[in-house]
């Protein structure tokens, strides 16, 4: 490293020392203030988001001609993009979790020991959350707007590619938050593309409590390899839609479709599909409006035997996570292997079953071991704002704290809160 890298490398870790401090003295404030101060710099915070649409439609624009430049995928384009319509979404989820019950300070747990000692468990933020997040620059409003709620300052490092569009809507929440009489440093955004911003972030451990990494396996892969601070890790969505051998074909064509072609490019797509081969007169028409929209499949032998279209898949297309116009299709011979299959290929993120047998929707629901599991619904519904959270930073695949939609009670912890009367323990 040269002398100047070490200087440049020396100034950015200040900076991002400077946001960590501030970000601590912000939740210390957080952590006592009342729901309706909350509620209030959220609500501001949604009104100065409307104020400025144009302004986070004209950053969007310049983010957006600077993705195409360097030639990001359709996907990823999706991802990045944001319109009327979107930035009014952004602003409804803001407002709907502005109405949310406050999760902090609620009754977990109330009990009196035989010693007369009162023990209560309460539900109390986290503290400081530093998310890391590409492409999707409404999670800026999400995350802000959830972490406010659960009483927790924020910092937060988008993707070099949202970078103008993140610092429009940030700068709103900033705005909102002073307008309420919050510190604004309840949310940060880290001023920097640097990608070394991001190892100084991971060893904050003294001023951020958790990770939430939201993006790419190489995003997720770096954070868990690098982080001094627990991680909360959205991972693969590679989720399925098995089509069981009592199933209604209009709702397997219909909900099939929407699973796979409404958004391609989000980790709720379903990416592989599975039908029992008792069901497996239902396949054509469940293809037929997959191929009209473009969608490409990749069948096993079975599939490409009946659909001449499909071509061969590999090994690896029952890993991977296409997050495009692209689709696996399997045969299995019965709900063991459709479990079996999701189970070993899967990435425990999403997956359903579309069946009228009540007996085997419970036992494929029961036995897959994913966050969300589904009967006769898309698999699209893996959203916190379809969960009624009205935002979410994630979906948590993991078992530990959070799984599933990521929303304002899973950013809260708790303590334990002791009653005596003078009691000493003999």
Known sequence: MSAVESIESNALEAQMAVLGANARAAARVLAGTPTAAKQAAIEAAADAIAVARNDIIQANVEDMAAARAARLNDAMLDRLVLDTARIDAMVTGMRKVAAL???????????????GLRIQRVSVPIGVIGIIYESRPNVTADAGALCLMSGNAAILRAGSESFHSSHAIAACLRRGLS????????????PTKDRAAVGFLLVMDENVDVIVPRGGRSLIERVKEESRIPVLAHLDGICHVYVHAVA????????????????TGICGAAETLLIDRAALAMLPAILAPLHEAGCEVRGDA????????????????????????????????????????????????????????????????????????????????????????GAEIGISNGKLHARGPVGVEQLTTYKYKVHGAGQVRP
């Not at 019950?101 to 010693?115: I, T």
């Not at 209604?248 to 958004?263: H, I, L, Q, S, W």
């Not at 990435?347 to 629901?365: G, K, N, V, Y």
Request: with cysteine.
């Open 302 to 389: 079975e599939v490409c035997a009946l659909d001449s279209t499909a071509v061969a898949a590999s090994a690896v297309d029952w890993d991977t996570e296409y997050l495009d116009a692209i689709i696996s299709v399997a045969v299995v011979a019965s709900l063991e292997d459709a479990i079996r299959h999701v189970n070993l290929h899967g990435s425990h993120h999403t997956d359903a079953i579309i069946s009228e047998d009540q007996a085997a929707a419970a036992r494929f629901l029961g036995e897959v071991d994913s966050a969300i599991v589904l009967h006769n619904a898309s698999t699209q519904f893996a959203d916190g704002g379809e969960f009624g959270m």
């Open 101 to 115: 019950d406050d999760p902090v300070g609620r009754a977990l747990g109330d009990w009196l020991r035989p010693n």
């Open 179 to 190: 307008a309420a009489g919050l510190p604004a440093d309840c949310v940060q955004l880290v």
């Open 248 to 263: 209604d074909a209009e709702k397997a064509r219909d909900v099939t479709f929407n699973a796979k072609m409404r958004r």
